[in-house]
């Protein structure tokens, strides 16, 4: 018997062409960003932000900010993925409750608080994880949609800085992809054919 979440991985396409006359409710919204959510972070910092871009008006916008690129507006909804760069001041919180269920010893959390304070002091450093966590966040939540029955695209193809101005991205933000979600309309590729496995493993 097929594995499904194999069988998932194999078919899953960079979808182009997306129903425009689908829509998503709130609650499958929610569930997309809820599964997204599931993706590691280092620290557990959970350093991301999802915006989920739906109404017509706004789904314009964005999609003058990426270059005209029509599924943008014609996906049901297109999240703009964002990296928040590392706050360790914020890990106590987020772990607090691992710690309470008797998972984490408390002196734990906090040498993970000063490790994080210790590793992100690098602005770059600190930038470089905030894009690691977005595309982590991302590939996880283009698995959830195919999982969920929908298509998805991820794109690099937009204005940075127009999106941070027109979505009020804050200045600890780092708008890092955009992943159109939807229905697939007819005309949509097969997967491309992946690299031989010899031209990209080693094991040593």
Not at 125 to 151: N, Q, W, Y
Not at 178 to 189: C, H, I, K, Y
């Amino acid at each position: 018997m097929t594995n499904p979440t194999i069988s998932l991985i194999e078919r899953r396409v960079s979808a182009n062409l997306f129903d425009a006359s689908h829509a998503l409710a709130d609650a499958e919204v929610e569930e997309l960003a809820r599964l997204a959510t599931r993706a590691p972070t280092a620290y557990n910092l959970q350093n991301w932000r999802f915006i989920a871009v739906r109404a017509p008006e706004a789904k314009a916008l964005l999609r003058s900010l990426a270059y005209g690129q029509a599924k943008v507006q014609e996906a049901a909804v297109t999240f703009i993925i964002c990296g928040v760069l590392p706050d360790h001041a914020a890990l106590a919180a987020r772990l607090l409750p691992f710690v309470k269920a008797g998972f984490m010893p408390a002196a734990m959390a906090s040498g993970w608080q000063e490790g994080a304070r210790s590793q992100y002091a690098d602005p770059q450093t600190a930038r470089d994880e905030a894009v690691r966590s977005a595309t982590l966040g991302a590939a996880t939540l283009i698995f959830a949609a195919e999982a969920l029955g929908l298509v998805s695209c991820p794109m690099v193809g937009f204005d940075a800085e127009g999106v941070a101005r027109e979505f009020g991205l804050g200045p600890n933000e780092v708008p890092v992809m955009l992943v159109a979600v939807g229905r697939a309309a007819p005309g949509n590729w097969p997967q491309k054919p992946r690299r031989p496995l010899a031209e990209v493993l080693e094991i040593s």
